[in-house]
């Protein structure tokens, strides 16, 4: 098959055309993840014109396109599909996407779809979800892998930008950066447990948690 057969395919899938459809498809990214699988050794064309839609004018074609990003990410890579939204970010920020996806922000979806790939080695795409994380009402949600890519930054960054509720961030973290922001954090509001809660710490050792616990809430129970 050629790149233009291909890249006419995928147009068609994105704008409701049904190109690949089973029972389990209900939006027009979940059939083209499936001509993804189906792709063989025609992939890498496949994956050229899925990144080509990330700037198309059409919202559809970028909805599809990002819906997708965890599909090809690791093959794209953070440097470079970081550098398309970020450089087109008119096309982006405050955009709806066409249907329901991960998130009702395309810049959203995108950035927390682009986070989990990027380290150390990707400065340009680390720079910049940092910096949407200060900037965006919704960068919390990009600690995670913050921490993970960079905890130093985090940590050294923690007052104003990490919220007391976003203690999941705690297991990226080593065992001397989560001393290092809870002690950043301070003072700590009240203890209010959750089962989210519960779950981090059932994650680290015993006794760092409950050491842990014991910096943050003075008195609680082991």
Known sequence: MNTDKIFAQIRSQLEGGG???????STPDDGLKLGLK????ERPLYVAAIVAMLISD???HRTG???????IR???GAE????????HEALYQGVAPAWRISHDDLEQAAALAIAPEVS?????????LKQLAQDRPWGAFLLNDLAR????WLVKNAKGLVPHTHIGVLLKLSSAQRDALIDALAPWPAEKPTVLTASVWKQLPAEEASRLRQKMWPGSAP
């Not at 190109?19 to 498809?25: G, K, S």
């Not at 150390?120 to 910049?128: I, N, P, Q, S």
Request: glycine share 6%.
């Open 149 to 152: 890519a960079d905890g130093a």
């Open 120 to 128: 150390t080695k990707d400065a340009a795409a680390l720079a910049w």
């Open 74 to 76: 690791a093959e794209v």
């Open 65 to 71: 396109a990002v819906a997708v990003i965890p599909e």
């Open 38 to 41: 189906g792709a063989g050794a």
């Open 80 to 87: 470079r599909l970081a550098k398309i939204v970020r450089d």
């Open 58 to 60: 059409d919202v559809r």
């Open 19 to 25: 190109v690949w459809v089973d029972r389990d498809t």
